[in-house]
């Protein structure tokens, strides 16, 4: 399956990027690029000011933020509307707001979306955390209220791990997020991730684009995606879908976003945070349902009405997606250096963010690409998986390919009777 590139659109593209990424596929695929600075994020990427001078500079009209950096930053979404440049993302407070899992916790229950047992106040210290602690029941979590991608997460089992946490958690967040704001959820054991596309139009409007499972995860950072769910009856999924969707409705939410919910093991979903952007598996939902996720964040940037109904919406098959790591596949390392060879199959989707000859610094997230089927059936979309796998060469840096091998040869993957512990055991059992 294509998708349409922005040309075909009629919009020229300018691509900001450091001095590292100077040699990237993406500065060189856009119409026009600008350096920000150097390789440190905060003096290039992060750095609000400087990509809001390339943009007057160049005189786009929006800024798409991808899905990292700057994609979920209230404050940056401000000032590119105090510009009068258009952010292609939600509204300023609409990320505040679920950028805080206190107050996203909190919007969700007031719509009815079940969330995770907890307290969803700010503790002002270690000694009302342990009071707390010992009403909601141990074991728990200690979270960031601004985290994200597992950063400014602590497992807890009793209150001397809570005493020790307290401190270096906080300090983490405030170092992370600029936030050192905790709270505390009940630990659901051995769980399944699983989210809901969804997107927004100004005119009220909310659809989902049916469920991705993510459950297979190392360090709280997905590995593999799919979809529709292995997991799920039609009945939960349908219960799940409408929830997600409710949620939504609840903010106003207005352009694309993702719902994540955990479930325990007697299919009990809980709201876990929502992202308002894209997400790097994005792909798998526009495999099974052939709607361009980018063109649609386009279009409602645009203020432009959702083009389709929710039944409208079908899903035809199964889609997968890997997603290629430029890291130690059992230490999970990070390898950066030269590509100085890169051979990759015909037969399957690839978003990749370098080619032969290209440098993968140590500087950013080692991802260096994603791999995509898309087949009738989940079984087929797994053999056309491993074929495609098999199919790849990466020289000059090391890959997380044969853990990915590994994965989808796994009996458990291929039964769909996996959780996010699952990569911890197949690490175990091959170690």
Not at 269 to 285: A, D, G, I, K
Not at 365 to 392: C, F, N, Q, S
Not at 412 to 423: A, C, N, V
Request: with cysteine.
């Amino acid at each position: 399956m294509s998708f349409v590139p922005a040309n075909v659109l009629g919009i020229q593209t300018v691509a900001v990027y450091s001095e590292a990424d100077a040699m990237a596929l993406f500065v060189e695929e856009a119409d026009e690029a600008v350096c920000l600075g150097p390789a440190q994020a905060k003096k290039s990427y992060l750095d609000i000011e400087k990509v809001i001078e390339a943009a007057k500079q160049t005189g786009v009209d929006g800024v798409h933020p991808g899905y990292g950096f700057l994609s979920e930053n209230a404050d940056f979404a401000l000032r590119l509307e105090q510009e009068g440049i258009t952010f292609i993302g939600p509204d300023a407070k609409i990320i505040e707001l679920m950028g805080s899992k206190i107050q996203s916790r909190q919007q969700m229950k007031r719509a009815g979306v079940p969330v995770v047992p907890g307290w969803d106040g700010s503790l002002e210290s270690v000694e009302e955390a342990l009071e707390l602690a010992e009403q909601i029941g141990y074991p728990l979590m200690l979270k960031a209220s601004a985290g994200g991608g597992g950063i400014g997460m602590a497992f807890i089992q009793n209150p001397e791990e809570l005493r020790k946490a307290y401190a270096t958690t906080r300090q983490r967040a405030e170092s992370a997020f600029g936030d050192g704001t905790l709270f505390l959820e009940k630990f659901i054991n051995n769980p399944r991730h699983i989210e809901v596309q969804v997107a927004g139009d100004h005119e009220g409007n909310v659809i989902h684009l049916f469920e991705r499972e993510c459950s297979v995860q190392r360090r709280n950072q997905k590995v593999v995606e799919e979809s529709p769910s292995p997991f799920l009856d039609e009945e939960t999924s349908q219960e799940l879908l409408e929830t997600a969707v409710r949620g939504v409705k609840q903010i106003g939410y207005t352009t694309v976003g993702t719902m994540e919910f955990i479930f325990d093991d007697q299919k009990n979903f809980y709201f876990l945070e929502m992202n308002t952007r894209l997400q790097v598996e994005h792909p798998v939902t526009e495999e099974i349902t052939g709607i361009d996720l980018v063109e649609l964040q386009l279009r409602l940037a645009a203020k432009q009405p959702l083009p389709l109904k929710q039944e409208d919406v079908k899903r035809t098959g199964h889609s997968i997606e890997c997603r290629l790591y430029a890291e130690d596949p059992k230490t999970f390392f990070p390898s950066p250096g030269t590509v100085t060879r890169l051979v990759l199959p015909e037969e399957a989707r690839l978003d990749f963010g370098i080619k032969e000859g290209n440098n993968v610094t140590p500087f950013y997230d080692p991802m260096i690409g994603k791999i995509i089927v898309h087949a009738d059936t989940r079984e087929e979309a797994i053999e056309k998986m491993d074929k495609a796998l098999e199919k790849i060469q990466v020289e000059g840096i090391t890959t997380n390919k044969t853990l990915l091998q590994m994965i989808v040869q796994n009996s458990d993957f291929q039964y769909g009777e996996y959780t996010t512990k699952f990569l911890d055991k197949l690490l175990l059992v091959n170690t």
